[in-house]
Antibody
Framework: QVTLRESGPALVKPTQTLTLTCTFSGFSLSTSGMCVSWIRQPPGKALEWLARIDWDDDKYYSTSLKTRLTISKDTSKNQVVLTMTNMDPVDTATYYC????????????WGQGTLVTVSS | EIVLTQSPGTLSLSPGERATLSCRASQSVSSSYLAWYQQKPGQAPRLLIYGASSRATGIPDRFSGSGSGTDFTLTISRLEPEDFAVYYCQQYGSSQGTFGQGTKVEIK
């Protein structure tokens, strides 16, 4: 079955770089039409789309955050990595990775999310 | 970037009632790429509707989606106790995806 799991630090200091890893199983990111995104949700607030990487290694970023984000994949390890530079307390959120097959055009499987707190 | 605006912000209804949630886009969205999600506290979102009107696997038929262009609707025909949650619409564009700000369906 399809599963995704986010991992990374629970606490980062302001100005530090956050690195999150999404480890998945049950599908391959080398399959044509398969994509994985990162989405975050500050406590009590709405979902915010961050970035997407496609099976052909095309990458897309949130307009407001693109200067701080990098998304990459390691197909052999079934992992997608997101880095976010210059972390600020407003970046405190639960970070989710989710699968989006282009044929579906929606996030059909999600990880459980990982809470990242930015504080000195 | 396409902005999705959901209304109302909060919907107060009783079990058994009908819920109608709206999602309006700042520019036309392909119906193939408009989805709805349900989120309960402490949980990841759950896909309900994709392609504007197709139910995801295992979703009860009391959930239905409709609309095209810039106006989309999620309807819950008869609210069950487990349906009280926050609902988000989302569009999948060629370069970016965006979410609406959510509609909370609460027990009246």
């Amino acid at each position: 079955q399809v599963t995704l799991r986010e991992s990374g630090p629970a606490l980062v200091k302001p100005t530090q770089t956050l690195t999150l890893t999404c480890t998945f199983s049950g599908f391959s990111l080398s399959t044509s039409g398969m994509c994985v995104s990162w989405i975050r949700q500050p406590p009590g607030k709405a979902l915010e789309w961050l970035a997407r990487i496609d099976w052909d290694d095309d990458k897309y970023y949130s307009t407001s955050l693109k200067t701080r984000l990098t998304i990459s994949k390691d197909t052999s390890k079934n992992q997608v990595v997101l880095t976010m530079t210059n972390m600020d307390p407003v970046d405190t959120a639960t970070y989710y990775c989710a699968r989006i097959p282009r044929i579906v055009g929606a996030y059909d499987y999600w990880g459980q999310g990982t809470l990242v707190t930015v504080s000195s | 970037e396409i902005v999705l605006t959901q209304s109302p912000g909060t919907l107060s209804l009783s079990p058994g009632e009908r819920a109608t949630l709206s999602c309006r886009a700042s520019q036309s969205v392909s119906s193939s790429y408009l989805a709805w999600y349900q989120q309960k506290p402490g949980q990841a979102p759950r896909l309900l509707i994709y392609g504007a009107s197709s139910r995801a696997t295992g979703i009860p038929d009391r959930f239905s989606g409709s609309g095209s262009g810039t106006d989309f609707t999620l309807t819950i025909s008869r609210l069950e106790p487990e349906d009280f949650a926050v609902y988000y619409c989302q569009q999948y564009g060629s370069s970016q995806g965006t979410f609406g700000q959510g509609t909370k369906v609460e027990i009246k």
